[in-house]
């Protein structure tokens, strides 16, 4: 099983500022890992795919890089509604697939 | 617009059994892989089981041998029969679906809400 980490597990960031989250796997994922952002009630949403594709309607502000077993999320300019919890999640080798235990984003 | 609606969810004794069914619209799930995923309260993402274009299922190790995913192509419907439940099986089960191997969760339903107790 891959197992994913995430850090940190909470990020405490201000409006307009930059915030930058972790994902590590425990082995080599290439560029199959995808970025998902979850707000309270809300099912995740699809941020981010192959690393470092926006999905669809996405802003520019969310971008993501890394290839292997060390990846980033970076959200350039923070805005309200930004303030969730992000999960990462591989999709390389599986049964099981595998996700992150995510990141708390808050003010 | 895609959508997917999770019904079935509610209150079970441990060791019960509860179906969940998942109805998609906006597209042809014939050609998509779906998953369970499910959420316990205040946890984070786990994945539970999916079902492949042809049919082939795989299950997380924590529900093998008591769930069994299936889906019904006609209905454009994905389905999640849960037996022998067990506490620890509380959570919000999400409906996804991914469009191969090497393909993220790209549309979620809003999820229904599974608790056992007695």
């Not at chain 1, 952002?37 to 099912?43: F, N």
């Not at chain 2, 998509?32 to 993402?45: D, F």
Request: hydrophobic share 35%.
């Amino acid at each position: 099983e891959i197992v994913m980490t995430q850090s940190p597990a909470t990020l405490s960031v201000s409006p307009g500022e930059r915030a930058t989250l972790s994902c590590r796997a425990s082995q080599n994922i290439y560029s199959n890992l995808a970025w998902y952002q979850q707000k309270p009630g809300q099912a995740p949403r699809l941020l981010i795919y192959g690393s470092s594709t926006r999905a669809t309607g996405i802003p520019a502000r969310f971008s993501g890089s890394g290839f292997g077993t060390e990846f980033t999320l970076t959200i350039s300019s923070l805005q309200s509604e930004d303030f969730a919890v992000y999960y990462c999640q591989q999709y390389n080798k599986w049964p099981p697939i595998t996700f992150g235990q995510g990141t708390r984003l808050e003010v | 617009e895609v959508q997917l609606v999770e019904s079935g969810g509610g209150l079970v004794q441990p060791g019960g059994s509860l179906r969940l069914s998942c109805a998609v619209s906006g597209f042809t799930i014939s050609g998509n892989y779906l998953s369970w995923v499910r959420q316990a309260p205040g946890k984070g993402l786990e994945w539970v089981s999916l079902i492949h274009i042809a049919g082939d299922t795989y299950y997380a190790d924590s529900v093998e041998g008591r769930f069994i995913i299936s889906r019904d192509n006609s209905k454009n419907s994905l389905y999640l029969q849960m037996s022998s439940l067990r506490g620890d099986d509380t959570a919000v089960y999400y409906c996804a679906t991914s469009r191969g191997y090497y393909s993220p969760f790209d549309y979620w339903g809003q999820g229904a809400l599974v608790t056992v107790a007695s």
